[in-house]
């Protein structure tokens, strides 16, 4: 139940940089929308969650170095990113249903 309250919580940190994309020519601002949503829904049903985790941090970090904002909720989001890949998917996920949950022994 923890990583799925990880997984929704970084799926909603990503969703939050829209404004990011205000600043940015109409093409860039339209594939870094798509790509937070994209990566939201990934993280929201748990498929390729390690890779989707990663890739939230790394728009967090962009997000970060676009929005020239260093502030400590980007950061703390980055660092939910980086450990929801670590964990892994959890037993309420798709990545489970698909590959049988991984249980360390």
Do not use: E, N
């Not at 404004?19 to 594939?31: E, F, G, K, Q, R």
């Not at 748990?46 to 939230?56: K, V």
């Not at 998917?89 to 022994?105: C, E, N, Q, T």
Request: charged share 10%; net charge neutral; proline share 2%.
């Amino acid at each position: 139940m923890g990583l799925l309250i990880l997984r929704v919580a970084g799926g909603f940190s990503a969703l939050g940089l829209g404004h990011i994309a205000s600043d940015l020519v109409d093409a860039t601002a339209l594939l870094f929308r798509c790509a937070v949503v994209g990566d939201s829904v990934l993280l929201w049903i748990g498929l390729w969650t390690p890779i989707a985790a990663i890739a939230q941090a790394a728009i967090q970090i962009d997000a970060m170095i676009l929005g020239h904002r260093y502030d400590s909720s980007s950061m703390v989001a980055a660092a939910l990113g980086l450990a929801l890949a670590m964990l892994g998917p959890g037993a309420w996920s798709l990545d489970a249903r698909l590959f049988g949950r991984k249980r360390i022994v």
